[in-house]
């Protein structure tokens, strides 16, 4: 196999652990390099098998706030010797954001869930429960195509119906 030889200056600290980790493991920084640009593209060429399909989002946001990522974006480059991309950095949010969700609807769900269980057990006989045995049926004033229960709270709303709307 041919090989080309790859020179580029790091940090001390990154240096320094790297060579404690080949030393570890008694390998050589070259292969080392090679393991880790080799792991790159292999998850690269994955996350672009994953991701499939992709679109595009694009949105305007204020100067203000462009100036804080940009500073944002700088500090995390000093501070972790690392650029982040604006896109891997929104991308991060979204993703954080839509795992955060995830967790709260599904901890929504299941106090509905419990909520559900003690209503079964607070039905009657005819498995009506409490709140639902003194409700009449809003389906028989409900005009065609309507949703009963919105007819059924209109009528709570104005009980005399003289609300039609505004006057003219």
Same mark, same amino acid.
């Given at each position: 196999? *041919?090989? %080309? ?20 493991? !008694?390998?050589?920084?070259?292969? =080392? ?9 292999? $998850?690269? +060429? /994955? !996350?672009?098998? &994953?991701?499939? /399909? ?5 949105? @305007? ?6 100036? /804080?990522? %940009? ?5 995390? +480059?000093? &501070? ?5 991309? @604006?896109?891997? =950095?929104?991308? !991060?949010?979204? $993703? @954080? ?5 995830? +967790? $709260?609807? #599904? #901890? ?7 909520? *559900? @269980? ?11 429960? +409490?709140?639902? #045995? ?20 209109? *009528?709570? *709303? ?11």
């Amino acid at each position: 196999m *041919d090989t %080309k030889g790859v020179t580029c200056k790091i940090p001390l600290e990154l240096h320094n652990r790297i060579s404690e980790e080949i030393r570890a493991s !008694g390998s050589t920084m070259s292969r =080392f390099i090679e393991m880790v640009i080799t792991s790159y593209y292999e $998850e690269k +060429e /994955k !996350g672009d098998q &994953v991701m499939g /399909k992709t679109r595009t989002m694009a949105f @305007q946001i204020s100067e203000e706030l462009f100036q /804080k990522i %940009k500073e944002y974006l700088a500090e995390y +480059e000093r &501070v972790y010797h690392r650029r982040l991309t @604006q896109k891997e =950095f929104v991308l !991060g949010l979204i $993703e @954080q954001a839509l795992e955060e969700a995830e +967790e $709260e609807f #599904a #901890a929504v769900r299941a106090a509905l869930g419990e909520d *559900d @269980q003690d209503n079964d057990e607070e039905a009657g006989a005819d498995g009506d429960t +409490e709140d639902e #045995a003194g409700d009449t049926d809003a389906t028989e004033d409900a005009p065609d195509g309507a949703d009963p229960d919105e007819v059924a709270n209109e *009528d709570e *709303d104005d009980p005399d119906g003289s609300e039609d709307g505004p006057a003219e």
